[in-house]
């Protein structure tokens, strides 16, 4: 099973969202990471065939996903970054509505709608109405939704969002589990998640691809680019306007900055090990937003 990704391009006008990307997807997990605009959900929406290509195709098992139509959406899950939901519906009459749309037949659909409130901790509430709901239990149950009719690609959009962090372990454990001989591609901002689970990762920066690697592949191009450095309380101010601060820590009546630079910040500086999160802000520096 393969998913082939070839010089894929969106343009909205003059703006170019996704420059021609390329990438091939086998089972596994795999993950997507960059700031908001970089062209994730873009990218992911013209995957699923939801957003037409201005040039560039994606096929699956070397057929194009366009021609597939309904083939494509049968083995095809989506989790949207807003999905939308009907608010009186019950948790249960939502995912059996959904099991329509996908032409899951009634009695296999109750029966998958029933394990899938178990599968994401909602089968205490799948009799509530979603307007109920907290912002994690929808994530949860839009999470469900994706699953229903087995996909053999999952296209996740900020699944975590909302989610607290027992709530991410569980769902990390459950992707992991779920992605041994299927194709899951998820976006998120939190990077721990990506670090967890993610067998391969893209960095996305201004619709194409910054980096892309193993876990430990990319955090090795981090190597030598993250320093420590001891300053004075009121020194932190300026070094917050002048560097990339990965993290702070206060001890002994000192400040601990984490930097994440090319070359050591100043002569006692030391270099410490390298995370994802380290490359993340060494693609994405703070001091760019300012």
């Known amino acids: 099973m393969e998913l082939s990704i070839d010089s894929l391009t969106k343009h909205y006008?003059?703006?170019?969202?996704?420059?021609?990307?390329?990438?091939?997807?086998?089972?596994?997990?795999?993950?997507?990471?960059?700031?908001?605009?970089?062209?994730k959900t873009t990218l992911m929406r013209m995957i699923c065939s939801i957003l037409k290509a201005t040039s560039g195709e994606v096929l699956f098992d070397g057929r194009d996903?366009?021609?597939?139509?309904?083939?494509?959406?049968n083995i095809l899950g989506y989790l949207p970054q807003d999905f939308g939901y009907y608010p009186d519906y019950t948790a249960m009459e939502f995912l059996r509505y959904m099991a329509a749309l996908k032409g899951i037949p009634r009695k296999k659909a109750v029966t998958r709608s029933e394990e899938l409130l178990a599968v994401t901790g909602l089968e205490h509430v799948g009799g509530k109405k979603i307007k109920t709901f907290s912002g994690g239990m929808k994530?949860?149950?839009?999470?469900?939704q994706a699953l229903l009719?087995?996909?053999?690609?999952?296209?996740?959009?900020?699944?975590?969002?909302?989610?607290?962090?027992?709530?991410?372990?569980?769902?990390?454990?459950?992707?992991?589990?779920?992605?041994?001989?299927?194709?899951v591609l998820l976006s998120t901002h939190i990077v721990s998640d990506i670090e967890a689970i993610a067998d391969y990762v893209y960095i996305m920066k201004k619709g194409?691809?910054?980096?892309?690697?193993?876990?430990?592949?990319?955090?090795?191009?981090?190597?030598?680019?993250?320093?420590?450095?001891?300053?004075?309380?009121?020194e932190v101010p300026a070094w917050e306007r002048k560097a990339t601060i990965s993290n702070l820590r206060h001890e002994d009546g000192h400040v601990v900055l984490r930097i994440v630079s090319?070359?050591?910040p100043?002569?006692?500086?030391?270099?410490?090990?390298?995370?994802?999160?380290d490359l993340y802000l060494y693609y994405f520096p703070v001091k760019e937003e300012n």
């Open 208 to 234: 194409s691809f910054a980096a892309q690697g193993s876990v430990a592949e990319l955090i090795a191009q981090a190597g030598g680019k993250v320093w420590e450095l001891i300053v004075e309380p009121r």
């Open 13 to 39: 006008g003059s703006k170019i969202a996704v420059d021609c990307v390329s990438a091939t997807l086998k089972p596994g997990v795999y993950g997507l990471l960059g700031e908001n605009g970089a062209g």
């Open 262 to 264: 090319d070359v050591s």
């Open 266 to 277: 100043a002569p006692q500086a030391t270099v410490c090990h390298a995370g994802l999160e």
């Open 65 to 73: 996903v366009t021609d597939m139509g309904a083939g494509y959406r």
């Open 149 to 183: 009719n087995h996909p053999k690609v999952l296209i996740l959009d900020e699944p975590t969002a909302g989610l607290d962090p027992k709530e991410r372990v569980r769902f990390r454990n459950l992707l992991a589990d779920y992605a041994g001989d299927r194709i």
């Open 139 to 144: 994530q949860r149950l839009g999470i469900a």
